[in-house]
């Protein structure tokens, strides 16, 4: 096991992930941000609080997504689903999707089908806290990212957050 990030060191990125968001979204008024459940809910949800803090008058479009039925590589096994919360429309919006660790973009492929049900976005760019380089499998690549890394196959990026787990850090684990 390896520390990544600490928690000072989350909270940073978290910090600076926010601020190159509202940097290139000054006008949020046509962006809306999707966090991915289960686990990019945790880093979207500290995310928009810091765009909260950025922009306090502001009313954000904020949804969860769950992407469990339009996964292509989870077939042979049922899934419990997690809730969709998205009560609004993505036509023509700016939409950031937000997930916790890209690893082969299988996840993010499914968000992108899961995200035509809501509506045509205008532009759709992606924030991840953790990139696994060298290990996709669709030519998927973040537009905003934490912190990007070099792994193995048999190796594993486990992200702690305090809501779930008690404290805040990330590691890397070999299997």
Known sequence: MKTI???QQLQIMVQRLAYQIRED???MHNTVL???QPRGVFFSDKIVGVLQQLIPNHTFHYGKLDITFYRDD???ALHIANKTDMLFSIENKNV???DDVLYTGRTIRAALDALIDFG???KVALCVLIDRRFSREFPIQPDYVGRAIDTIVSQKVKVHWQEADGNEYVELLDS
Do not use: C, T, V, W
Request: charge should be positive.
């Open 5 to 7: 990030l600490n928690q």
């Open 25 to 27: 979204h000054p006008d």
């Open 34 to 36: 999707i966090g991915l």
């Open 74 to 76: 989870i077939r042979k």
């Open 96 to 98: 950031i999707l937000i």
């Open 120 to 122: 045509r976005p205008a």
